[in-house]
C-alpha cells in the first residue's frame, strides 16, 4: 500500500519542479513493524523478542535529477514499479484467497 502510494505521488508529481521522487524501503517498514510486536516469554531460554529502534523513515526521497527542473522522477521506471507492484499485489492476493478457500472447505468438511 505505501509502495503504491509513493509510485503515484511520484507519477502525479513527474512535471512538478524541483520534487523529488519517493521510495518505500521495505527492509525499515519491516523493521519499524518488528518493533511493534509484543511477545511474551515464558522461559528465561527462550529468545528474547524485542527490539528497540529509533524512528525510521518509511519514505525516503531519491537524490538522482532527470530533469533541468530538479525533478528526479524517471516516468518510465514508474510506471513499470507500478505495474510490478499490481502483479504482485494481485499474485498475493490470489494466494491468500486459494489459503481462505481451503480452510473454508475444511472447517466445512470437505464439501
Not at 513527474?14 to 523529488?20: A, E, I, R, S, W
Not at 510486536?37 to 527490539?51: G, K
Not at 505495474?83 to 481451503?102: E, K, T, W
Request: glycine share 4%.
Amino acid at each position: 500500500m505505501m509502495q503504491q502510494q509513493a509510485i503515484a505521488s511520484n507519477i502525479a508529481n513527474v512535471d512538478t519542479p524541483n520534487y523529488k521522487a519517493k521510495q518505500v524501503q521495505f527492509k525499515d517498514v519491516l523493521s519499524e513493524a518488528k518493533g511493534e510486536l509484543l511477545a511474551h516469554t515464558t522461559d528465561e531460554r527462550h529468545v528474547p523478542f524485542t527490539y528497540h529502534s529509533e524512528q525510521m523513515k518509511q519514505v525516503n526521497p531519491r537524490n538522482v535529477m532527470y530533469s533541468h527542473s530538479g525533478n528526479s522522477v524517471d516516468l518510465d521506471k514508474e510506471m513499470a514499479k507500478m505495474a510490478n507492484n499490481q502483479i504482485y499485489y494481485q499474485a498475493v492476493s490470489d494466494r491468500l484467497n486459494g489459503q481462505f478457500s481451503s480452510l473454508k472447505t475444511a472447517i466445512r468438511g470437505g464439501s
